[in-house]
C-alpha cells in the first residue's frame, strides 16, 4: 500500500513537471509568430526519438532507383525538429511509400499534437493498399514520438513519394542521430548545393 502510493505520489509529480514545461512554452511561442510553418512545426515535435534501431516495417518497398541512393550525403531543407535544418546528413535507407502528416491525441496524455511529419502507410496497420485520404481516422503503428503508437490520428495530407531514413548532427550540437524516420525528398538537396 505504501509503494502504491510512492508510486502515485511520483507519477504525479512527473506529470506535474511535463505540464508546466509545456506550459512555460507560451512566451516562446509568442515570440516565434512570426516564424515560418517549418519552424513551428518543430515546436510540436519536440518529444520526437531523434534515433531508432533502423528496424522498418516488412512490407516496407526499398526504393529502386531513388534520387538519393544510401551513402549520399545531403542536407536538410527543412527540419522537423531544431538542430535539423541545415543539417548535413547520410542518407541509410530509402522507400517508396506514402508519407502522411497527422494529428493525434498522444496516448500518454498531453496536447494534441497536430501536423506530425511524417508516418509512413506502413505504419498505418488498417490502411489497406490505396492511400489514405485526409479526414481519414487511423490508429498509429509508430513510435517516433512518445505516446504514438497505439494513438489514434487523422490524416491531415498524404504525398506519395520516396522517404528516407537519415543519419546526422544538430546543427545545434549534441549527439549524432542515427536511423532518423523520415525526411521526403522534397525536404533534402545534394551537399554540393549547401
Aim: aromatic share 6%; glycine share 8%.
Amino acid at each position: 500500500m505504501k509503494r502504491r502510493k510512492i508510486m502515485f505520489i511520483v507519477v504525479s509529480l512527473i506529470i506535474v513537471f511535463t505540464l508546466s514545461a509545456c506550459g512555460g512554452n507560451t512566451d516562446k511561442e509568442k515570440a516565434n509568430e512570426g516564424t515560418t510553418s517549418d519552424e513551428s512545426t518543430q515546436m510540436d515535435h519536440a518529444n520526437m526519438d531523434h534515433s531508432s534501431s533502423g528496424e522498418v516495417p516488412n512490407d516496407l518497398k526499398t526504393a529502386e532507383n531513388p534520387t538519393y541512393k544510401v551513402g549520399s550525403k545531403v542536407i536538410i531543407k527543412e527540419g522537423h525538429m531544431e538542430g535539423m535544418k541545415g543539417a548535413e546528413a547520410t542518407v541509410v535507407g530509402a522507400y517508396d511509400t506514402v508519407a502522411y502528416a497527422v494529428s493525434y491525441n498522444p496516448t500518454t496524455s498531453g496536447e494534441r499534437v497536430t501536423n506530425h511529419k511524417w508516418v509512413i502507410h506502413e505504419e498505418i496497420p488498417e490502411a489497406g493498399a490505396k492511400p489514405l485520404q485526409p479526414g481519414a481516422e487511423v490508429t498509429l503503428e509508430a513510435s517516433h514520438m512518445s505516446g504514438m503508437d497505439g494513438a489514434t490520428a487523422e490524416i491531415d495530407s498524404a504525398e506519395k513519394t520516396t522517404v528516407y531514413m537519415i543519419d546526422y548532427t544538430p546543427t545545434t550540437g549534441g549527439e549524432k542521430v542515427t536511423n532518423h524516420k523520415w525526411v521526403t525528398e522534397s525536404e533534402l538537396a545534394p551537399l554540393e548545393n549547401k
